[in-house]
């Protein structure tokens, strides 16, 4: 299992979101790694931001995240919301295929990311 170096613990502080390698890696009070596409239509989540609840939030259409199990806890907003079952059905996949969690370590003042 490779390491990722994904900077420094000042370039991550609480609320922020970065890539490194095949993850997006975030500080919600707690430093954590997913993978990087959204369920939906795979945009990029690095670009998300945190919500108040510690969720990852998708940068395209704020699909929320539950970062502790991949899972998609709500669903495509905007013009998707309004789309009926749209949100559900993507919920139960997440339930399936929840996005893949990385081991986020600190070592000194580097965050890493297996
Ligand atoms: S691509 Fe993430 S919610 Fe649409």
New binding site residues.
């Given amino acids: 299992m490779s390491e990722t170096h994904v900077g420094g613990t000042a370039d991550l502080p609480p609320g922020t979101v970065t890539g490194a390698g095949r993850y997006a890696v975030g500080n919600n009070g707690e430093y954590f790694a997913v993978t990087r596409r959204?369920r939906?239509?795979?945009?990029d989540l690095a670009g998300g931001t945190i919500d108040e609840n510690g969720c990852l939030v998708?940068p395209?259409?704020?699909?929320a995240y539950d970062v502790k199990t991949g899972r998609m806890v709500r669903g495509?907003q905007g013009v998707?919301a309004k789309v009926p079952g749209l949100g559900w059905s993507f919920k139960m996949w997440t339930k399936v295929m929840p996005l893949g969690r990385g081991r986020v370590t600190k070592k000194g003042d580097d965050v890493f990311v297996t």
């Fill in positions: 959204c939906h239509l795979r945009a998708c395209w259409h704020q699909s495509p998707f």
